[in-house]
């Protein structure tokens, strides 16, 4: 799952993009409404969550644009806001969920659950990866199992996450900076080699013992997933 959360409370954005990254999302976090309506355009995202009172824009307004533009992606509004009035304003602007606050992770986890069932089409159509492969790799997102071939492979967390990243982008070269925002949720370089480090030990997992070689650096540049 792909999913795009636009909140300026830091403390929030963190604790929602974190629990989303631990069940095995792919998380991009924004905290300026223009900002976020910018990359709900250009991307692809399975899911928003969409903070009302934003700088830049509000988010009712991103949300108006959205579907204005002719995107359908499901759309759960986190809003301070209790009153009926605000829930409907929400539900006609074009969102698919209304969550006030505070609100419990759970909760809006099965939210954004419900919705991603509802949204996956019951026949034809592209539907919600969950299941990813690369030639004979193979990874289940939900039931967090990694196989190569017929040979099941563990990982750790962030290793799983690495891998997932790689393969929602195959061909694709994924810079240092990339990996940490994705996968560590860092905005900063923190001036340490824990990419190389993350990557050597998935390398060690997924290609040691195989012949083809899937995981690839290149030097100065970033990795990616792709055959010789």
């Known amino acids: 799952m792909k999913l795009l959360i636009i909140e300026d409370d830091k403390k929030i954005s963190s604790y929602v993009a974190k629990g989303f990254r631990e069940s095995g999302a792919c998380v991009d976090t924004v905290a300026d409404g223009s900002d976020g309506l910018d990359l709900a355009l250009e991307g692809s995202y399975d899911l928003a969550i969409v903070d009302v009172m934003l700088p830049g824009r509000d988010g009712l307004s991103v ?5 204005a533009r002719g995107l359908s992606t499901p759309v759960i509004v986190l809003s301070a806001k209790r009153s009926v009035e605000d829930r409907v304003r929400g539900l006609e602007t074009g969102c698919d969920d209304y969550l006030t606050k505070p609100f419990s992770f759970t909760e809006l986890q099965a939210r954004a659950q419900a919705l991603l069932r509802r949204a996956q089409p019951l026949g034809g159509g592209e539907q919600i990866q969950t299941a ?14 990694v196989t190569r071939g017929d040979q099941r492979i563990l ?60 995981l690839h650096t290149l030097r100065g540049v970033g990795y990616v997933l792709k055959t010789d």
Do not use: A
């Open 63 to 67: 949300i108006e644009e959205m579907r």
């Open 155 to 214: 990982l750790q967390p962030r290793e799983f996450q690495l891998l997932e990243y790689l393969l929602r982008n195959p061909g694709r070269v994924l810079s240092k900076t990339l990996i940490l925002e994705h996968v560590w949720e860092y905005s900063f370089d923190p001036q340490t080699n824990v990419v190389d480090v993350l990557v050597c030990r998935l390398r060690s997992k997924v290609d040691k013992d195989f012949s083809i070689k899937l």
């Open 132 to 145: 990813l492969s690369f030639k004979d790799l193979r990874l289940d997102v939900v039931r967090k199992t």
